[in-house]
């Protein structure tokens, strides 16, 4: 693109030598082109910037130092949303990345249809079913940051049309872009994973974070993804890839 701008300015100077009606229309024309390819790279780079910020990313990571190497492979999937229809989408899209692995996993409300299962309840199906490992995830408190963006000085070119010489000229100049403060909501889950063997224990936890998510969809889509190929990678479930 600056191949572009640099190449409409060349054009641009060596045509406010032809003062013709001709000329004026071709270099109208430039300069418009050149401000609708500015407008696209604006829109990019907005597109890219929001992007970027909708990844989910996992703090707060723990695994038990002392697990087993034998990764879980059936598991019971528990969403700790009073919602039923939180819990059943959040479920669903955890289920859906694990059958990816080859994981043998069960949305709890089909154990569960009515209310949120309880410890106990949780503790008698997984002796019942034979699951080796239990995923639970807890909707944890909204958050906001708000941090500084410097501002910058950036150099733009101007074309103006001198009615004197009946040509167009350009020259390029420096705006300087204000700092302003930009506040992000953060958008938080914890995700437990317990291994059902002898009595059981914790034997992962972590917190994942979307910042500005524009949709409760994208938040389930976006730990989902970072989330169970997290699991994978360090042996806590089936499916490394």
């Not at 309840?121 to 995923?135: C, L, N, P, T």
């Not at 204000?178 to 059902?196: A, I, K, L, N, Q």
Request: hydrophobic content about 40%; aromatic content about 10%; charged content about 25%.
């Amino acid at each position: 693109m600056a191949i572009a701008f640099a190449y409409r300015r060349e054009v641009i100077m060596e045509l406010s030598t032809r003062p013709s009606s001709t000329v004026r229309t071709l270099v109208g024309a430039l300069a418009i082109g050149a401000a609708v390819l500015m407008g696209v790279a604006v829109l990019i780079l907005a597109a890219s910037v929001q992007s970027c910020g909708s990844s989910a990313t996992l703090v707060n990571v723990w695994k038990d130092p002392e697990y087993p190497s034998r990764p879980l492979s059936r598991l019971l999937v528990v969403n700790m949303s009073k919602d039923p229809a939180r819990r059943r989408l959040w479920e669903d899209e955890f289920v859906h990345e694990l059958e990816k692995r080859d994981v043998d996993a069960t949305p709890s409300y089909r154990l569960f249809a009515n209310d949120l299962p309880d410890t106990q309840q949780i503790i008698d199906e997984v002796q019942r079913s034979g699951f080796d490992g239990v995923i639970m995830a807890v909707r944890l408190p909204t958050e906001t940051e708000t941090h500084y963006v410097p501002g910058y000085v950036a150099t733009v070119p101007v074309t103006r049309y001198n009615p004197w010489s009946d040509a167009y000229f350009t020259y390029w100049r420096d705006v300087y872009r204000p700092g302003y403060d930009e506040t992000e909501r953060v958008v938080r889950t914890r995700t437990d994973v317990w291994s059902t063997e002898g009595r059981g224990r914790l034997v992962w936890t972590g917190t994942s974070e979307v910042y500005d998510p524009s949709s409760g969809d994208q938040v389930r889509t976006d730990i989902a993804k970072r989330l169970i190929p997290e699991l994978a990678k360090q042996d806590v479930i089936n499916g490394r890839s």
